[in-house]
DNA sequence: ATGGCCATCGCGGATGGA
């Protein structure tokens, strides 16, 4: 199965593009960030159309997520249990698996506890703005909630994927100009520490499992010609479970629609995992 | 370089993004 990430910048303006990508990029499960509207507004018919069924947590102008898959969702999470936030970032789903003891009567599997399915989360983390500013304070805040709840929830469901916008480099070689980005936003050490942090739980880049090009990034700020210049950085992520690390197969980031007419400001990162959905 | 671009709200220009 193939899951995927995209931080949209507007679903609004960004719909056609999405369903391209679908009907060229026919992923499983999709993750989306900053559709910036309200539930009402969300696409349900144009997704179905195409085949997906979508889970949407949305507001107005601001932030937003959904997750759109081609089997439904179960067990519906919207943002962190245990923070209090009234920003839309958050959601999670459980996808039944093939193989589960329902319809599969093997003892073995490539998978324990495959009867729990796979959790998916998917996040908007926040920008921070700048380092000091009460923007960023609230992400610090939000990390440690999320990191909390985290803990708890892969207790619960051990086979899970966490990917998004994380608006945070793991360390240099995610980032153009390391000396210019220092201690700059995405690139502070308290930022990164967070994001140990979460590894430490158990999880790991799918990304960095595999050879990628050099200067791989996901997100290219829109001035200055970024993209052609390939200043930027990589800021969206895909993490998994130690059940799921060797069933990863494949994690790439997808530059094409980039290059489109209003094309998002980041790009899509794909996952494959050696598993399938029931 | 105190910036450039884009989306939203809403009709001018501020705010947020990253």
Known sequence: MKLATWNINSLTVRLPQVLDWLAA??????????????????PHTAFAQAGYSSQCFG????????????????AVVKNIPGF??????????????LGN??????????????????????AYFPNGQEPGSDKFEYKMAWLSGLRAWLRTELQ???????MGDYNITFDDADVWDPEGMRDQIHCTDEERYHLQSLIALGLTDAHRLFAQPPKSYSWWDYRDMAFRRNRGMRIDHILVS????PLVSACHIDKT??????????????????LATA
Do not use: C, W
């Not at 839309?88 to 459980?94: D, H």
């Not at 003891?101 to 998917?122: E, H, Q, T, Y």
């Not at 619960?156 to 966490?162: D, E, K, S």
């Not at 629609?257 to 050696?274: G, T």
């Open 101 to 122: 003891a329902a319809n599969d009567s093997s003892k073995d599997s490539v998978l324990p506890n495959i009867n729990k399915g796979l959790r998916v989360i998917g």
């Open 59 to 74: 507001q107005k102008t601001y932030n937003g997520v959904a997750l759109t898959s081609r089997t439904p969702a179960v």
């Open 156 to 162: 619960t469901y051990p086979n899970l994927v966490l």
């Open 242 to 245: 130690k059940t799921l690390k």
């Open 84 to 97: 209090d936030d009234d920003m839309a970032r958050v959601i999670s789903a459980t996808f039944p698996l």
């Open 25 to 42: 990029n026919p992923v499983d499960v999709l993750a989306l960030q900053e559709l910036k509207l309200t539930d009402d507004k969300f």
């Open 257 to 274: 629609p980039r290059k489109n007419e209003r094309p998002s400001d980041h790009a899509p990162v794909v996952l494959e995992l050696a």
